[in-house]
């Protein structure tokens, strides 16, 4: 009677870990976190010595030492910042692995200048190496797209490569294949989505079947040719960024569901827009992999709108706040990053049952300033007051870092939530950091520990320098 009970117990173990799909991604998120809060040994931790950087602005350099050196010239030029890391395509051949993602660069001005928040976007295509059990980037490039750092929202490269075209000078044509069916159907759903912000309709019928269909905030389009032109981009000037995401797989059908902040620069103020809203995937599984089977965008609030719907984000999507479990073995690190995005998104709807299956009876937090939380009730009330007290939430967690120590788990993201006051005010942004401590009983995890910490926000307003915030 011992035996299958041993054998159990060695799967979970075996699971106890990371995909190298998410370890590279995990790779990037350290470097960010080091950039962003000063951790300079940390940061060198994930580069090789012999570090290649190029970006838009700065020449190529040889060396990880003067790359740091320069981040060191150049922070305290603002009172926080984050990367935020989003739509990653990871291809892992051997020891040697090529990514490439969008990203999202918030910032705060110190108050002497004036303050202020505001993006500015683009995208990284780099090369990781596996160095003594670790994966460290060899070769990072950054390309930046645009800043609302003025109005109106600025171009800040014409003669940029659309995404999807720097994705195939690093990846072979297409998503590939992946570690899990999970990794493989959010690849799937990247590459897709970056060739509707590219307009690279080639690329996109590639990875969507013929008769796919879906629609675009309640309008419907059916077949490939008419999903196309709801989706593509004009002019490629475009970037969908996605967080949060679920897979569910079940045999040769997957969902897919994920947040979505949307960023269209225009020529003039009048049509650059930024929105953000929730978007839904199905997929079948070909004998040549995943395809892509439906879209649906469902549009929650917009910038060229004179108010943000007063509706939960996931109000018409319940799923999102369901347990999705994948078949085949998925790593115990997407268990914890599906349980995190589970968590934001009950509390974006306000699910009181949803959120308090998220956490363990004896579960502890911090919410921001206030006072400890001493158990799952009083977390679970404090989380739901502060939903309570807006019109609209819309949460999103980036740049996720996880750690495992046998049974028990931590992991820490940066956090954003776009929301409305319940007076109707404009949205603002609120950004800082989640540190959550999580643990495995009885096959599944649970949340033991939640912290918010409050970088900035309300939007304009700098909380507190990065600098000067306790590190966990």
């Known amino acids: ?47 090789v010595g012999a570090l290649r950087f190029s ?61 202020g928040f505001f993006y500015e976007g683009g995208f990284y295509r780099n090369t990781f190496v596996r160095e003594g059990g670790s994966w460290k980037a060899s070769e990072i490039i950054w390309q930046d797209v645009f800043s609302d750092s003025g109005a109106p929202m600025k171009i800040l490269h014409d003669t940029l490569a659309s995404p999807i075209t720097a994705a195939k000078q690093v990846l072979p044509e297409g998503p590939g294949t992946a570690a899990t069916e999970h990794d493989a159907v959010s690849a799937v759903v990247n590459w897709v989505i970056r060739a509707a912000d590219s307009g690279d309709l080639a690329a996109f019928h590639e990875w969507v079947d013929a008769m796919a269909n879906g629609t675009v ?46 960023v269209t620069i225009g020529t003039g103020q009048s049509s650059s827009r930024q929105a953000g809203g929730i978007l839904h995937a199905d997929l079948s599984k070909s004998p040549d992999g995943w395809r892509l089977a439906a879209l649906r965008l469902q549009i929650l609030w917009d910038t060229q709108k004179a108010t943000v719907p007063a509706q939960s984000p996931v109000a018409d999507c319940p799923d999102l706040c369901d ?62 007051e502060y939903r309570g007290s807006l019109d609209f939430l819309q949460s999103f967690a980036f740049n996720t870092v996880v750690r495992f120590e046998g049974e028990q788990s931590t992991l820490k993201c940066y956090s954003m939530a776009r929301q409305v006051s319940a007076q109707g005010n404009a949205p603002d942004t609120v950004g800082g950091r989640l540190f959550m401590k999580a643990r495995h009983e009885a096959g599944a995890w649970q949340i033991t520990d939640l912290t918010f910490c409050r970088d900035f926000g309300p939007f304009d307003v700098p909380r507190a320098p990065a600098s000067s915030i306790a590190q966990s």
């Open 1 to 47: 009677m011992s035996e299958p009970a041993t054998h159990s117990r060695s799967d979970d173990q075996t699971r106890r870990r990371l995909s190298p799909v998410q370890a590279v991604r995990q790779g990037m998120h350290a470097y960010s976190w080091g950039l962003d809060f000063k951790e300079w040994d940390r940061l060198r931790e994930c580069l």
């Open 323 to 384: 347990d999705w479990t994948g078949n085949g073995i998925v790593p115990d690190g997407q268990r914890l990053e599906d349980l995190l995005h589970r968590m934001l998104a009950c509390v974006d709807a306000g699910d009181r049952d949803g959120l308090s299956r998220c956490l363990a009876d004896d579960a502890t937090g911090k919410l921001w300033d206030a006072e400890p939380l001493r158990s799952r009730a009083a977390i679970v009330a404090a989380l739901l």
């Open 217 to 262: 905030d309640g309008q419907a389009c059916r077949g490939r040719d008419a999903l196309a032109q709801a989706f593509l981009a004009p002019a490629g000037r475009r970037l969908t960024f996605l967080a949060n995401h679920r897979v569910r797989v079940s045999g040769d059908r997957a969902s897919y569901a994920a947040s979505a902040a949307i």
């Open 55 to 115: 970006s838009s602005r700065t020449v190529t350099t040889t060396d990880a030492e003067s790359r740091i050196a320069s981040f060191q010239g150049r922070v305290d030029d603002y009172a926080a910042r984050c990367h935020l890391h989003c739509n990653q395509l990871v291809r892992v051949d051997g020891d040697r692995a090529a990514y490439t993602g969008y990203l999202m660069l918030a910032r705060v001005r110190q108050p002497a200048d004036g303050g």
